[in-house]
């Protein structure tokens, strides 16, 4: 199979959608002859045109309330805010409109919008456009939470997304976007709610999102040496989260760490963490539940300070071999 | 003379219509006043007494494909948009039969099928909402215009800076109706705001800005009637700013200190919107006083049948709770 980028695995996605559905059109900030920020959707523009890739103000609240609207009425807009820090600007319109209207309504209504932004620290950016927002927008009943690790993944998660009759966060890590994978040239529908186990093992479980996945996945390799096991799944989606797998994948390890880039007080690890606990799985662990979080700073800037902000390869080595006892 | 005036002397059904919406908003609001005073609603309202010839007057010259968005103060906007005042009131009450279920409540009317898009409990929260449903009109070359209401105190906020611009830059078909009814809240519009009349905030964006009296209904007919045309033929947004005056207080809880009570009275004499257009009729001898009695006679008999429908409606069933979170 050929192999593709995250950026452009996503790209993809929205153009063949884009060709098979007239209601589907891009809103956001440069992303017309710039091509967006991270060049998600270069060349977008001369395909369809300033009508359907339609380049914004800086207005973020007005632009996501403009996508809000304009789904409510028989379109299906893909918003990319440009930094997830951006959101927070935008945070009424997707909080207290997009994700609550339906239920205000009883039931009359609904918000087929995807929310796309680039979350996440790795590239220097520091404090206000590197945060991990994503359990903010995960405490939120009406959204649904998408954080794709892989370029199929993000493909297709990205279809169903667009399909969802509900508003969808679509969380891109910035460290990703450069990343390879197979990707199949046809469009295909992952659904949300689905987790994946990125790969089998039998001694510990890491639980991990976005770019963490490929740092678990890293570290099961080195630990692989040492004759560990290390099983990885990726949740993909936070809301719906797929507890079933995640519960199995527990009992039959009976080792967990869960770890995210975001901040590990209150992060969603918190929330799969207390799930398990809640579980079946609860009686079959032989060691407490571990979270690997980011510190609870501000991203700086200053690379090595950066890197130090949030769990790395050595990190996750040093805690499976924490959980095991062979430290 | 408003080309009105010279429509409704030859239309005298419609000159009488247009005076039951006003008195049944009127007779409406009261009601919810004594049910609240009772003790039968649950919660907050925000009467719009005194304001009945912005929402008429805006509301009659729309089509019924023509959209609008209100604000928590929206009871009057929705009657005169088509909504079935007993469900209305049952919503109010919170009961089953209500236009949501009971889930909304007054803050959150909203009657999709008559594009009433919803009252919103967030200042300004409808005006990005607005501009995003007349994007559809736009995308999908539907003809419909959306107005969106929204009151003194919406015209400080970045989404209403934010919309006017964006609906200005692509030529909208929104037509955004301030209803300037002196006071945000308990803040008076000559401490918060600079400019003498809110219309002037227009030209920051390249639109016209109308003034006109919001008592006087057949002003605002015209006013309304030429910005939806022209949203209409593609010309884009207008901002009209109505001076009118709430003759209740803010919500449940207000004592009104901030104004004075000669003020309430200057106002509630001589620019009574229902008084005003009333002595109109009777002046052009369309109607005589009995038969004017006799609709305020009708529309307090049927407001009392939509509290009876309201009061003997059920209470929303405890399996409600937990659906329409999502579609």
């Not at chain 1, 007239?22 to 060049?39: M, N, P, S, T």
């Not at chain 2, 005006?127 to 107005?147: C, D, E, N, R």
């Amino acid at each position: 199979m050929r192999t593709i980028t995250f950026a452009e695995a996503i790209r993809e996605s929205m153009i063949q959608m884009m060709r098979e559905n007239e209601d589907i059109y891009l809103i956001g900030e440069d992303i017309g002859i710039y091509g967006g920020v991270f060049g998600v959707t270069n060349g977008m523009l001369e395909l369809f045109g300033p009508e359907r890739i339609r380049n914004t103000p800086i207005s973020e609240a007005a632009i996501t309330g403009c996508a809000v609207g304009s789904a409510m009425t028989g379109m299906r807009p893909i918003l990319e805010l440009q930094f997830s820090d951006f959101m927070l600007i935008a945070l009424d319109q997707i909080v207290n409109q997009a994700a609550k209207m339906r239920y205000m309504f009883g039931g009359k209504g609904s918000v087929p919008m995807v929310i796309r932004t680039p979350n996440g620290s790795g590239l220097g950016f520091a404090a206000q456009h590197s945060q991990s927002l994503e359990t903010w927008l995960a405490h939120i009943p009406g959204l649904k939470v998408v954080q794709p690790s892989t370029p199929y993944d993000a493909k297709g998660l990205l279809k169903a997304a667009v399909e969802d009759n509900n508003p969808v966060v679509f969380f891109e890590h910035k460290l990703l976007y450069g990343t390879k994978g197979e990707v199949p040239e046809e469009l295909y529908t992952i659904p949300l709610g689905k987790a994946d186990i990125k790969r089998e093992g039998s001694d510990v479980t890491i639980i991990a999102t976005s770019i963490m996945v490929l740092r678990a996945l890293e570290a099961a390799k080195e630990l692989e040496k040492e004759g560990i096991s290390v099983e990885v799944v990726d949740p993909r989606t936070l809301v719906p989260l797929d507890e079933e797998t995640l519960i199995r994948s527990a009992m039959k390890t009976r080792r967990v760490i869960v770890v995210y880039e975001a901040v590990k007080r209150a992060g969603f690890g918190a929330e799969i963490a207390s799930m398990l606990g809640e579980s079946e799985a609860f009686d079959y662990l032989d060691a407490p539940i571990m979270r690997l979080g980011g510190e609870a700073v501000p991203i700086p800037y200053n690379h090595r300070l950066e890197k130090a902000a949030v769990p790395q390869v050595q990190d996750i080595i040093r805690g499976v071999r924490r959980i095991l006892n062979r430290a | 003379m408003s080309h009105f005036s010279n429509i409704l002397r030859k239309d005298r059904d419609r000159a009488l219509y247009l005076y039951h919406q006003m008195v049944l908003i009127r007779e409406f609001e009261q009601k919810v006043e004594q049910l609240f005073m009772q003790g039968k609603i649950h919660g907050t309202m925000h009467l719009c007494v005194g304001q009945e010839a912005t929402a008429v007057g805006a509301c009659s010259v729309l089509r019924d494909e023509d959209k609008i968005t209100t604000t928590h103060r929206g009871h009057g906007q929705c009657i005169a948009k088509g909504a079935d005042i007993n469900r209305m009131m049952a919503e109010i009450l919170g009961k089953a039969t209500g236009l949501c279920k009971g889930k909304g409540g007054s803050m959150h009317l909203a009657d999709l099928d008559k594009g009433n898009l919803g009252a919103n409990g967030i200042v300004a929260g409808g005006l990005p909402i607005a501009t995003g449903a007349a994007l559809t009109s736009k995308m999908k070359k539907l003809g419909y215009v959306v107005v969106s209401f929204f009151g003194d105190g919406a015209t400080n906020q970045g989404s209403f800076h934010e919309s006017l611009n964006l609906a200005a830059i692509w030529d909208l078909p929104v037509v955004f109706f301030c209803e300037n009814n002196q006071y945000a809240m308990s803040a008076p519009v000559y401490e918060m705001i600079k400019v003498p009349d809110i219309a002037e905030r227009a030209s920051a964006y390249g639109i016209p800005g109308v003034v006109v009296d919001g008592s006087d209904l057949l002003e605002v007919m015209r006013v309304t009637s030429e910005a939806v045309e022209r949203a209409r033929r593609g010309e884009g947004p207008t901002l009209i700013e109505a001076k009118t005056y709430r003759f209740k207080g803010h919500s449940r809880s207000d004592a009104r200190k901030y104004r004075t009570r000669e003020e309430e009275r200057e106002w509630m004499e001589k620019r009574d919107p229902i008084k005003k257009y009333r002595s109109w009729l009777a002046g052009e001898g369309l109607a005589s006083e009995q038969e004017l009695d006799q609709y305020d006679a009708d529309a307090r008999k049927d407001v009392e049948a939509a509290a009876e429908f309201a009061e003997n409606s059920p209470e929303p069933s405890l399996d409600l709770l937990t659906e329409d979170v999502y579609a």
